[in-house]
């Protein structure tokens, strides 16, 4: 079954680590996304990409580091300029990257918590 | 800057007790709104894409609603396995990012 698929689950960071989260696409979707949860807030854009070798800031980029050499996958790396970053990270992706008519419906991964210890 | 404010923040119901979910947005101008539900530690599920004030779409016990300023979530007749949090969410047609609520829990006790 088409779908995406984010590792690890659950994971855990030393003060002063940098942590990549995989993300991985089977859709043949055009456009990915991280997003950032907590509780309490909705969830905030991180980075996007529309195409393969490009990528965009979102609204909370400071402290986190993206690449985007395939199109089936997109990792976030969590450096450790990021201050806070235990939180739960949703990786998504979507058909279309910026054409109109019709707006982007988001396919999202399970998942994936980060916890600083 | 496009905004979305979702309310309550939690709602409990019995079941069978229908409700309404509400999402207050501002856009510059409206590319869609969507709904999703999540359930706990899992990613959001899409829902319905609403598209122009007046359209409505509907699947099984959720019926989502749309104006200019609003979108609506009623749920009839309510179940159990209807406990989730539910996503409201906006594009708008400058842009290409999706701009999420902080999401409304919903409870459904037997």
């Known amino acids: 079954d088409g779908g995406i698929t984010q590792s690890p689950k659950y994971l855990f960071r030393k003060e002063g680590q940098n942590v990549t989260l995989s993300c991985e696409q089977n859709l043949n979707h055009d456009a990915m996304y991280w997003y950032r949860q907590d509780p309490g ?12 070798n ?8 400071e402290g986190y580091s993206v690449s985007r050499e ?19 990270y949703l990786c998504a992706s979507s058909m279309e ?21 | 800057e496009d905004q ?23 856009v510059s101008g409206l590319r869609g709104l969507f709904w999703y539900r999540q359930d706990p530690g899992k990613g959001p599920e899409f829902l319905f894409t609403l598209y122009s004030a007046g359209e409505e779409k509907e699947k099984e016990r959720l019926k989502a609603t749309l104006t200019k300023k609003e979108s ?26 999706t701009i999420f609520g902080a999401g409304t829990r919903l409870f459904v006790k037997a």
């Open chain 1, 54 to 61: 490009d990528f965009q800031k979102g609204d909370i980029a």
């Open chain 1, 97 to 117: 990257s910026s054409r109109p008519p019709g707006a982007n419906v988001l396919t999202f991964g399970a998942g994936s918590r980060l916890t600083v210890l």
């Open chain 2, 72 to 97: 609506f979530l009623h749920i009839t007749a309510p179940k159990p396995e209807d406990s989730a949090t539910y996503l409201c969410a906006v594009q708008d047609t400058g842009g290409f990012k």
């Open chain 1, 70 to 88: 395939k199109k089936e996958s997109f990792p976030l790396t969590v450096t450790s300029a990021q201050k806070n970053p235990t939180a739960f």
């Open chain 2, 4 to 26: 979305v404010t979702q309310s309550p923040e939690a709602l409990r119901l019995q079941e069978g007790e229908s409700s309404s979910l509400n999402c207050s947005y501002t």
């Open chain 1, 41 to 52: 807030q909705g969830l905030r854009l991180i980075y996007y990409s529309q195409i393969v």
